[in-house]
């Protein structure tokens, strides 16, 4: 049931919709407040090793994941490996217009056939020699004399679904998933004005996390922690007044609308100069993401009768018209220019939607760790209209010894994320000492909706 579950005394999202110049994208004005209880969450979820085998199976083996991007792999042959937890594929461009998985298995010994990504004409098992064709069919046994049980027509790699959605690629294991379509729900149509196919990644960083994937996710599904663990944010981001939507028909996606360029309702008394400051200082790592161009402190004069926040989108709007055409910048919101627009679909991926660079975030099991994580950070970024795309940028990884900050091409967003990442495993820590004392954690009705929201759909499938 929709109702008003938010009690902050911040600017309201859906009331700043209404003061803008332009036209509001219909997809932004669909918010639903869900009363999901007061319910504490189960500590086990997060470090019982019997809940992480239960989630392998019932969960990452029958859910859509994104496992890369179309433009890694534009070339017939182009491949890359998809590891999740102990499965692993071979997400392979077998024509100009086709994208098959198979498992990444030699089906002689059981060695993996391929380590990384690439181009090759067949994949080759480097143990025994043999070969299949990239569209998955058997190829080669230089014995095949000695292997009178194998029939070559029925020697093919297995095979599971894929699907494609703005140029991204997504697997799934389960026979009987529903279309990709289907599982995304009302995704698509939210994008349709953003397409992130139109995109190209021009930014991707990896790290290992030292906590159950979980944790980490969820500390990127509400912006809650921001009074304690993004101080400096504050003067110039309305944190409590951040707009969460479950939408109660919507199993897999929600959504997070944070307002920019207004201080934070737990400050009092922010004048202007101080929002536009303090917006000034958080805003480079965007200037990064496209080709250092940002905002100076020159040019941050208020006109008469103009709000910090309707000025700091003016001048983003001309810096952003070379990338995306007069037009489209002109018609960009204000809330698309300067908003966090935060996606989230079940289980593990988070487009933000922006007229400039879209931040995107993906988070998994290490390997069959229930204890350690991957987190992907990804930037999409606009180009010329009428330029050839720029090739996407390989994933950067990060040793265990570094800092998101050492990630240069991160800009600002470096040192906001090492400050995340100081909470993750003090709370994977914490967890476990807590356990002894509670067996649940304690979650808001509404700022922490959209983790209750991931928790029911968890359960949902854990049950089924």
């Not at 998985?101 to 020699?129: I, Q, S």
């Not at 951040?242 to 920019?260: F, G």
Request: charged share 25%; proline share 7%.
């Amino acid at each position: 049931m929709s109702q008003d579950l938010n009690g902050s005394t911040g600017p309201r999202v859906q009331e700043v919709l209404k003061r803008e110049h332009r036209d509001v994208p219909e997809v932004l004005r669909r918010e639903s407040a869900t009363d999901l209880g007061v319910e504490a969450i189960p500590i086990d979820r997060y470090l019982s090793r019997e809940f992480h085998e239960l989630e392998v199976e019932k969960v990452w083996r029958k859910v859509w994941q994104m496992a890369c991007r179309e433009e890694q792999i534009p070339n017939v042959g182009d491949h890359v490996v998809y590891d999740i937890v102990d499965d692993s594929f071979l997400v392979v461009r077998t024509g100009p217009h086709e994208i098959k998985a198979f498992l990444n298995v030699c089906l002689h010994r059981g060695r993996r056939l391929r380590t990384e990504g690439g181009c090759v004409p067949n994949f080759r098992c480097p143990f025994h020699g043999f070969t299949w064709n990239i569209d998955g069919t058997f190829a080669e046994n230089p014995s095949g004399w000695d292997f009178p049980q194998v029939d070559p027509e029925r020697f093919s790699l297995p095979q599971v679904k894929v699907g494609s959605w703005g140029g991204f690629v997504f697997i799934n294991m389960d026979r009987n998933a529903a279309p990709l379509d289907v599982y995304l729900e009302t995704l698509p149509d939210h994008f349709k004005h953003r397409p992130l196919e139109d995109r190209y990644t021009s930014i991707h960083i990896a790290k290992i996390i030292p906590a159950n994937w979980k944790v980490t996710a969820e500390a990127f599904l509400e912006s809650f922690h921001l009074i304690a663990t993004h101080p400096q944010l504050l003067g110039s981001t309305a944190d409590e007044s951040t707009e969460y939507t479950v939408w109660p028909d919507q199993r897999h996606i929600s959504r997070a609308i944070t307002v920019a360029g207004y201080s934070s309702p737990h400050m009092k008394g922010t004048d202007d100069d101080t929002i536009m400051a303090n917006y000034l200082l958080n805003r480079q790592y965007y200037g990064r993401a496209m080709e250092g161009r940002d905002l100076v402190a020159d040019d941050l004069k208020v006109a008469d009768g103009q709000t910090p926040r309707e000025f700091i989108a003016e001048q983003l709007r001309t810096q952003l018209k070379p990338l995306l055409g007069d037009d489209a910048a002109e018609t960009a919101t204000d809330c698309e220019i300067l908003d966090p627009i935060a996606y989230t679909v079940f289980p593990n991926f988070a487009p933000w939607m922006a007229a400039g660079p879209s931040l995107v975030y993906r988070f998994r099991p290490n390997g069959d760790d229930h204890e350690t994580s991957i987190l992907d950070v990804m930037f999409l970024s606009p180009y010329p209209p009428g330029t050839e795309r720029p090739k996407p940028a390989k994933v950067k990884w990060l040793r265990e010894d570094q800092e998101w900050t050492d990630a240069e091409e991160l800009g600002r967003l470096g040192p906001v994320l090492n400050q995340d990442a100081n909470n993750i495993p003090e709370v994977q820590r914490g967890m476990k000492a807590l356990r002894h004392y509670r067996r649940g954690l304690m979650m808001s009705r509404y700022q922490e909706s959209r983790i209750r929201h991931f928790h029911k759909t968890l359960m949902e499938y854990i049950n089924q």
